[in-house]
């Protein structure tokens, strides 16, 4: 129940979820170790997309997940935290992971582990500023059938070719590929991919001079990501919406908000040894700059 229940609570029921999972939790410390394994597993899954977790641990789960016969959750994870070590500037490393989830896409022919490995495969190439690849695997993936079923799936491809547009210069067209993405996820009730999706909408937006717009697309992000996340002083994501808020703020002419919004960020990075990549890395470039 825990491991199919998993992909409804990331959508919107994240705290319901990580209740029954402590309780599954407890109930399978002194029942059953496999039992025990998957139940932490989903744990590090629920929270790897707000919250950082300790690598160790994350490597553990997911070796515990494979023995239990849960290869699609322990890839799963395994791709998070490939994620995490590009959060970190870690490249080599989020690639060995990335070859190990391609593997078992060789092996087993599962959709669900292609689908995340072909969206951290795309920001791997992306860090090493091969766009034209990181093109050709997001535009590949998105003509096979598997995401019209998929939306969630299919979500973050856009959102991943949303960036890459405007990484490229395409700010026109990274807003409309992120408005493509916001139809299907307020269609779907997608509420855990919209904030990620409204945080694009804000970045192109902002590139394009709409201001007013940016600042509502990301005043969104901030709240719809903490509506559907466990109460939190704070994640990654939500200083990466800080740090947009700081370059709409710069590009107003409101230097004080802005130095205020980017030292709060930055020292959070500096706090959690992470780097300042991507989409991100552009807007610190062109409006937080001194």
Known sequence: MATNLGWLWQNGYVREGEELLRELCAVAASADSTLQALAHAVQLVLRSDHDLFDRDEAQEAVEACIAGGRRDIGEFLRLRLALQHLMRGEVAQAEQLVEL???????????????????????????????????????????????????????????????????????????????????????????????????HLAQASLVLGDLDHAADYVEQADLREREVRPPTETSAFLEEIRLTRAAIAAARGDIALAETERETAFQFFADHDLTVTGTNRLLVDRYLTD
């Open 101 to 199: 989830a391609e593997r078992a896409v060789a092996e087993t022919n599962d959709p669900g582990i292609a689908a995340p490995a072909v969206g951290v495969r795309a920001h791997i190439y992306l860090a090493r500023g091969r766009t034209d690849a990181a093109r050709q695997v997001l535009e590949s993936a998105l003509e096979l059938p598997y995401y019209r079923g998929n939306t969630n799936h299919l979500i973050s491809l856009l959102s991943s070719l949303s960036s890459l547009e405007l990484i490229e210069g395409d700010a026109a067209e990274a807003l409309a590929v992120a408005e493509r993405a916001l139809c299907l996820a307020r269609g779907t009730n997608d509420r855990f991919a919209l904030p990620s999706v409204l945080y």
